[in-house]
């Protein structure tokens, strides 16, 4: 059985910073892509950021986070995280951990993330 650890949300003002972290457990986290998603009220959910499985040498940024966010895993402690910095008050939204192969797929129940002054 997928479980997921989801911790780091929470609120924090505009210009701040907070790192999300996911711990996994019941797959091989190295083969897994790994995704941070989003999703705010009223709005589709999106990809936020991407990174490759194995070393994670490979990464992908939604163009609303580039320069701001930064995705990094830890195979050793089945881990992925996503940096947050220079935080907007639209980056307010539930975020969601995600696990991918080429055959399946687990999401994380989700983060509330609300930026605020």
Known sequence: QVQFVESGGGLVQPGGSLRLSCA?????????TMNWYRQAPGKQREVVATISNGMGVSTNYADSVKGRF?????NAK???????NSLKPEDT????????DISHGYTG?????????
């Open 24 to 32: 996994l457990s019941g797959i091989t986290f190295r083969l897994y």
């Open 78 to 84: 089945s881990t992925v995280y996503l940096q947050m």
């Open 70 to 74: 930064t995705i990094s895993r830890d």
């Open 109 to 117: 129940r989700g983060i509330q993330v609300t930026v605020s002054s």
């Open 93 to 100: 939204a539930v975020y969601y951990c995600d696990a991918r």
